[in-house]
């Protein structure tokens, strides 16, 4: 069973930056997609940014030019460079790890990171 775990969140002032990492418990796919979902209260799930292994990147529209998604292929690891942060974007960050291109729901999740950017 591959587990999934995220590291980096904390709290941060509106305009400063943090950086999120993601691994894999153990080499998994040979081709695959790791990606990062937030998730506000009592809202749902929404995709913040995915790369897959050979380097294709996907962001959301509100956070384009301003977070960095790269990944390390020794051990799927990925790294979320998340710039000139807002107080809206506090939100329980959560890492996804599936097989292939693409995302799905019964892919490999992590706990999640709770990112909190103050005023």
């Known amino acids: 069973q591959v587990q999934v775990e995220e590291s980096g969140g904390g709290t941060v002032q509106a305009g400063g930056s943090l950086r999120l990492s993601c691994v894999a418990s153990?080499?998994?796919?040979?081709?695959?997609?790791m990606g990062w979902y937030r998730q506000h209260p009592v809202m749902q799930r929404e995709l913040v940014a995915k790369?897959?292994?050979?380097?294709?990147?996907t962001y959301a529209d509100y956070v384009t030019g301003r977070f960095t998604i790269s990944t390390n292929n020794n051990k799927p690891r990925d790294f979320l460079q998340m710039n000139n942060l807002n107080p809206e974007e506090t939100a329980v960050y959560y890492c996804?790890?599936?097989?292939?291109?693409?995302?799905?729901?019964?892919?490999?999740w992590g706990q999640g990171t709770k990112v909190t950017v103050s005023s």
């Open positions: 790369i897959t292994s050979d380097g294709r990147t």
């Open positions: 153990k080499p998994t796919f040979s081709i695959y997609t």
């Open positions: 996804i790890l599936g097989d292939g291109y693409g995302l799905e729901p019964e892919d490999y």
